[in-house]
């Protein structure tokens, strides 16, 4: 019986994590970007599961984009979000983005944000099958992703927001 302190286990989980992240590949990303105010973002995930794939198909929701201006936080705040030249931005802007999210994407799901399906197809087929229903719907604005672990899908979609934010704040 093999014994692991809970630093070990976490220690796996970060790498696994980490490789997850590193093995996302985003396949789609919405043509219009984020909009000024709120919005949803829709993206469809295929993955590998149990010798077969599975598909799960989301929302995120945007908020509006958040403004914090000086007079709104405490000077001494500031040291959080201080610059290379000592000074403040004078404005700091955000967004949060927003999910379902499910703790066994090996079970079927429905739901009006989330929705989890098992294929026959394997992991590949299952993405062009998925890359040839946006193109063939004309639709923009569907993130399509790769993730090699869709028990840790959150991280794929964790990449999915950080690959589309650059247009947004870049």
Not at 3 to 19: G, K, P, Q, V, Y
Not at 51 to 77: D, K, N, P
Not at 84 to 103: K, L, N, P, Y
């Amino acid at each position: 019986m093999e014994i692991r302190s809970t630093f070990s286990i976490s220690m796996d989980l970060d790498e696994t994590l980490r490789e997850v992240f590193e093995n996302t590949r985003i396949l789609r990303r919405p043509v219009n970007g984020i909009v000024s105010g709120f919005h949803e973002l829709p993206y469809r995930i295929a993955g590998p599961l149990d010798g077969a794939s599975v598909q799960i198909s989301g929302t995120i929701l945007v908020s509006q984009r958040l403004v914090w201006t000086m007079r709104q936080v405490a000077e001494h705040f500031g040291k959080v979000f201080e610059g290379d030249d000592g000074f403040m931005d004078q404005e700091i802007t955000g967004r949060s983005f927003q999910f379902a999210v499910t703790r066994d994407p090996s079970k079927g799901i429905r739901h009006e944000r989330l929705n989890i399906e098992r294929r026959n197809e394997s992991w590949e087929s299952l993405l062009d099958i998925l890359e040839d229903d946006l193109a063939r719907e004309e639709d923009t604005r569907t993130g399509l992703i790769s993730c090699p672990s869709p028990h840790h899908y959150p991280v794929s979609v964790d990449r999915f927001i950080r690959e589309i934010l650059p247009r947004e704040f870049g």
